[in-house]
């Protein structure tokens, strides 16, 4: 689609190309123009109907977005504006800088600038910053019909007509009813006695991902926003929870690598950003590394008796690092989904201990097979004694039930203090594992070595 558009765009057929560009969905639209010049991006965007414009305008990265803002007239970007969702402007918003915003909020009407800053008022990671004022309100003593021609007359700017929200005088939300219901029922029917009373909402200030798990919970499609008073303030839309489920995503992932979490993607991003993003959390691990580095050389003369023992440390570390990867992983997974509770701390320790041992004995059993019939026997390595292959293989039944028990027990803590639980994740922990391996290591070695 690209190249036939890029030929197109040399032979000058606009009109071909706009054809072209109207049998695509908006998100694919917007992925072509990621790929153009400005200067083409600019020519083509302006081919689009007015509809089709804005909502290839919302799926574009805050660059581009920012580029074609800079490239509109004060009148093609009050029209764009009128075309989008409060709550897409808002996201739009708050990746611009201060020049920008104060064009955008220049052209929009008083109305809807009032809302924008009402809803960047509420913090980043709350419920109300991604919700959206749209949506069709209606009242218990409506008629079927009379709903159906107050949809027919307000829906066309909400940003769902599927689920509507019954509501009194003063805006306290009552009722649900969805659009299935509203064409089964008879048209005289009252919403009062259609209605669904028991309404699962949220407040302004419950946290984003929290609400994020109610869609995945109950397949809403739309879900409401109450203030503190009950009153209904806006809705979050599924679209809108998959964002939020795809950025803690891709946060925790960054986390959990030792980067920081980035707004822009990869290849867009400058190498000084990238580079502030990972040189903190390198700065970090470095100086808890030492505590590693302390520990051996608390024992160097016993390292330099027994110079053998050395060569295990790095398979040590990284099994028993590898151990907790595994624990800390599949727990923090279970907190994001609502799985697993601080309450449920002895359950998980207690499953993890039992999986440990199975793991620590299998690894430990093939690992003195190794060393003694391997190493030993078959290479002829001579420093590898019967008392060595038990140490080591002492030491990594004790390091993995150690390893997986801080690993599933960290991320838990770390919820319930407040803490994001993929902090915990592979640096911190790995780091302390390996300490603590360390400290097994030495203390094992010296019961069976006089050292």
């Not at 003063?170 to 029917?189: K, N, P, Q, S, Y």
Request: overall charge negative; aromatic content about 8%; some cysteine.
């Amino acid at each position: 689609m690209l190249d036939k558009i890029t030929e197109l765009l040399e032979t000058k057929k606009y009109a071909a190309i706009r054809t072209l560009l109207l049998e695509e969905n908006s998100a694919d639209i917007a992925e072509i123009f990621e790929e153009l010049s400005d200067e083409n991006l600019i020519l083509l965007f302006r081919l689009l109907p007015k509809d089709t414009a804005s909502e290839v305008f919302v799926e574009m990265t805050s660059d581009k977005c920012e580029t074609l803002i800079r490239s509109f007239s004060d009148s093609e970007l009050h029209r764009i504006l009128n075309e989008l969702y409060v709550d897409d402007t808002v996201d739009i918003i708050e990746e611009m800088p201060a020049s920008v915003v104060k064009r955008i909020l220049k052209n929009t009407d008083a109305e809807t600038r009032l809302a924008i800053n009402q809803i960047l008022q509420y913090p980043d990671d709350s419920a109300g910053s991604i919700m959206t004022i749209e949506y069709v309100d209606l009242k218990k003593h409506y008629t079927v019909e009379h709903a159906f021609s107050h949809i027919k007359k307000t829906g066309v700017d909400k940003e769902t007509i599927y689920t509507s929200y019954v509501t009194d005088n003063e805006r306290h939300l009552i009722g649900v009813v969805t659009a299935r219901d509203l064409l089964l029922a008879d048209r005289e029917e009252t919403i009062e006695n259609i209605m669904e009373t028991n309404v699962i909402s949220v407040n302004t200030l419950d946290d984003r991902e929290d609400v994020a798990k109610l869609f995945e919970k109950y397949d809403f499609l739309a879900l409401p926003v109450v203030d503190k008073e009950g009153r209904l303030v806006g809705i979050v839309t599924v679209d809108d929870a998959i964002d939020v489920i795809n950025e803690e995503t891709e946060e925790d992932f960054a986390i959990m690598a030792g980067i920081t979490p980035q707004e822009k993607p990869y290849l867009q991003s400058s190498i000084w950003r990238i580079f502030l993003s990972r040189v903190p959390w390198l700065l970090i691990l470095m100086i808890s590394a030492t505590f590693t580095g302390i520990i051996i050389t608390s024992y160097e003369k016993a390292l330099s008796v027994y110079v053998v023992l050395t060569s295990f440390i790095p398979m040590l570390m990284g099994t028993a690092g590898n151990s907790s990867s595994q624990s800390s992983v599949t727990v923090i997974r279970g907190l994001s989904l609502g799985e697993i509770k601080f309450t449920d701390m002895l359950r998980v320790q207690w499953k993890e201990l039992r999986i440990s041992f199975l793991c620590g004995i299998t690894l430990a059993i093939a690992n003195f097979a190794k060393l003694y019939w391997f190493d030993r026997l078959v290479l002829g390595n001579a420093d590898i004694t019967v008392q060595v292959a038990i140490i080591v293989s002492i030491t990594i039944l004790v390091a993995i039930v150690l390893a997986k028990l801080v690993g599933c027990t960290l991320p838990i803590i770390a919820e319930k203090i407040g803490f994001d639980p993929a902090v915990m994740a592979s640096p911190f922990i790995t780091t302390i594992v390996d300490a603590l391996s360390l400290l097994v290591f030495f203390q094992i070695a010296g019961l069976f070595l006089p050292i």
